[in-house]
């Protein structure tokens, strides 16, 4: 559970960047949660003690006047130290007074800039560093209480408050272009947020197989696979957490997977003792058509079929409900159906890309991913799943 880690990283985050910040915390073996920006205070307040810091990134639907205003009635009254990178940087420095305004032209690029190597932050670092910029707002003038720690010429880049560990930062320092962001990150989790090194998660596995084993209990489990690392993983976890008899594993061919792919997922995950049934449905996906979203189950809206599809967007819909049709139909034959709950392996950045309201209630669709098309949406408000468990960690109500 949540409460066993004593250190422990709060993401809040929105949209697209989250997936590469998420994954270089991770690096560092620290447990992260994802929330929307709506939260209530309430809500944050149930992770403590275990939070240990906050970092905020943001979408594109995030107005100024609104993210300060939570920041200072929510986000502030945790008492942990805060950083906000891009537009949560910005949301950081509205915050505190600043003004943000819409640049002349965008700035898209790596830059060398300008650093105040005897601030934590930037700890270990030379004074100048490459990092990549990209954004079309920038803080004008900063507020009283907060002090620049880097800069490229004479714009901001990064900030701190006088005497609060609240940080801003307008580069990234997730990504590879920011040649010493990883050091960024870590300075922040390990110096300013005071996690200990030693104390970082020491067995996902184990805690994954706990967590499975408590939504299960007696029940068993229908997982389809598509022969993606997602749901791979989650049908070995699924195996060594219930044993195979109670796991019934079956892999889609959707016609469009490569050269003798599902072979090789069905002899891997047999090696670990599971049987997988292997579907083969190419015609049928080829073929499959959907509604328009918002329109299920009504036929006056049915999509052309997909081997007739050029919009993107559109076809990855068709893949998600076809494969939610299937899944439909193979719980209705069975006799013991209420006796299965059904498992997703997904991320919570793929659901965010989908503009899914269980990980952010204010992501904007970026694409729909398979397994959170609306039909997809349909079936787990149906029948329930191990899905809500799994992928998006929220303290209890």
């Not at 058509?289 to 967007?313: A, F, H, M, Q, S």
């Amino acid at each position: 559970s949540f409460s066993s880690f004593q250190c422990t990283l709060l993401f809040y985050l929105l949209y697209l960047s989250l997936q590469v910040i998420n994954r270089r915390i991770g690096e560092l073996g620290i447990q992260t949660v994802f929330l929307p920006l709506n939260t209530p205070f309430k809500k944050l307040q149930q992770y403590l003690p275990s939070l240990r810091g906050v970092i905020i990134s943001g979408g594109p639907s995030v107005g100024d006047q609104e993210a300060a205003q939570f920041l200072t009635n929510s986000i502030f009254k945790l008492s942990v130290p805060v950083l906000g990178i891009c537009l949560g940087h910005q949301m950081v420095c509205s915050a505190f007074g600043s003004s943000v305004d819409k640049c002349l032209a965008r700035e898209d690029g790596s830059f060398t800039i300008k650093v105040d190597n005897s601030n934590p932050l930037f700890s270990g670092l030379r004074e100048d560093q490459q990092v990549l910029i990209t954004h079309g707002y920038a803080v004008s003038t900063l507020g009283p209480e907060l002090r620049t720690i880097a800069k490229l010429d004479n714009f901001v880049q990064g900030v701190q408050h006088s005497s609060l560990p609240i940080f801003g930062l307008q580069f990234h320092p997730e990504v590879d272009l920011t040649v010493n962001g990883r050091m960024i990150l870590r300075n922040f989790c390990y110096s300013i947020c005071g996690i200990p090194i030693g104390s970082v998660i020491r067995n996902r596995q184990t805690l994954c197989m706990e967590e499975i084993k408590n939504e299960v209990k007696e029940r068993k489990v229908l997982a389809l696979l598509s022969g993606g690392v997602d749901s791979t993983v989650l049908a070995a976890l699924l195996t060594k957490a219930l044993g195979p008899s109670r796991v019934m594993a079956v892999h889609i061919d959707t016609g469009l997977m490569r050269k003798n792919e599902s072979k090789l997922v069905v002899d891997s995950l047999k090696k670990i003792g599971l049987d997988v049934k292997l579907m083969e449905c190419g015609y049928r996906f080829l073929n499959g058509t959907t509604w328009t979203p918002g329109e299920i189950y009504r036929n006056n809206n049915k999509t052309d079929c997909l081997n007739c599809t050029v919009d993107p967007e559109q076809k990855r819909t068709i893949i998600g409900d076809v494969f939610m049709q299937i899944m439909g139909e193979m719980l209705d034959s069975l006799e013991d159906k209420e006796d299965y709950v059904l498992a997703q392996g997904t991320l919570a950045p793929d659901l965010i890309e989908s503009g899914s309201k269980l990980s952010s209630a204010m992501a904007d669709t970026i694409k729909t991913h398979h397994n959170d098309s609306p039909m997809a949406r349909e079936f787990r408000n149906a029948v329930g799943s191990l899905f809500f468990s799994l992928v998006t960690k929220s303290p209890p109500s």
